[in-house]
Nanobody, 121 residues
Framework: QSQLVEFGGRLVHAGGSLTLTCTAS????????MGWFRQAPGKEREFVSA????????YYTESVKGRFAVSRDKAKNTMYLQMNDLKSEDTAAYYC??????????????WGQGTQVTVSS
């Protein structure tokens, strides 16, 4: 049984918005941090965003700051990634992850299977 399951990816026009959802097992959701990564064809997987266990601290890669927002709902064991003003370079498979440790040295122990986001220009 998967500890993390993402959904919500689809084809969207440039400038549009999309929300990704990651449902987690209780064990995964109680990790120190949860995060989003993405991998475009021919490229390495890259960090997108992370959120601390209590939701008080959020982190973003520079290219998505001001456009993406990560949040979590404790009652639903769910994490979200709200993506606005999408650009063609945001096209990628997006992965949900959960891990232990401080933000500077997280060990990502759990991974989802990925959901595809395609932004058409």
């Amino acid at each position: 049984q998967s500890q993390l399951v993402e959904f919500g990816g689809r084809l969207v026009h440039a400038g549009g918005s999309l929300t990704l959802t990651c449902t987690a097992s209780r064990r995964a959701f109680n990790s120190d941090h949860m995060g989003w990564f993405r991998q475009a064809p021919g490229k390495e997987r890259e960090f997108v965003s992370a959120i601390s266990w209590n939701g008080e601290n959020t982190y973003y890669t520079e290219s998505v700051k001001g456009r993406f927002a990560v949040s979590r709902d404790k009652a639903k064991n769910t994490m979200y990634l709200q993506m606005n003003d999408l650009k063609s370079e945001d096209t990628a498979a997006y992965y949900c992850a959960a891990g232990a440790g401080s933000i500077a040295s997280i060990s990502w122990n759990y991974w989802g299977q990925g959901t595809q986001v395609t932004v058409s220009s």
